[in-house]
């Protein structure tokens, strides 16, 4: 098992910057892939960054690629999420999530999930 949750959401101006983070219970965090996902008010959930357990490997969605960065301190047990240059589409619960495997952008391929975190876009 591994508990998630996740902070750092907020209110921000479009074009500004958030950082998320992600704080894991478990003592084998760095055997878990873990994923960075958002929904928006009556979309589905999306994919938006992953990370392999070792930090070594990354993978973006093509619409946050060169403004998101994904990284993780493996001695905090936490991932982050580092956001530039918001839109306001992007407006969403952001979710963290952990599969014990290699990295995945399929919603269906995570199998803990953190309660998530608002970030609110203004225009």
């Known amino acids: 098992q591994v508990q998630l949750v996740e902070s750092g959401g907020g209110l921000v101006q479009a074009g500004g910057s958030l950082r998320l983070s992600c704080a894991a219970a478990?003592?084998?965090?760095?055997?878990?892939?873990m994923g960075w996902f958002r929904q928006a008010p009556g979309k589905e959930r999306e994919f938006v960054a992953a990370i392999s357990g070792s930090g070594g490997r990354t993978a973006y969605a093509d619409s946050v690629k060169g403004r998101f960065t994904i990284s993780r301190d493996n001695a905090k047990n936490t991932v982050y999420l580092q956001i530039n240059s918001l839109k306001s589409e992007e407006t969403a619960v952001y979710y963290c999530?952990?599969?014990?495997?290699?990295?995945?952008?399929?919603?269906?391929?995570?199998?803990?999930w953190g309660q998530g975190t608002q970030v609110t876009v203004s225009s």
């Open positions: 478990g003592r084998t965090f760095n055997t878990y892939a």
């Open positions: 999530a952990a599969r014990d495997g290699s990295v995945s952008a399929e919603v269906a391929g995570y199998d803990f």
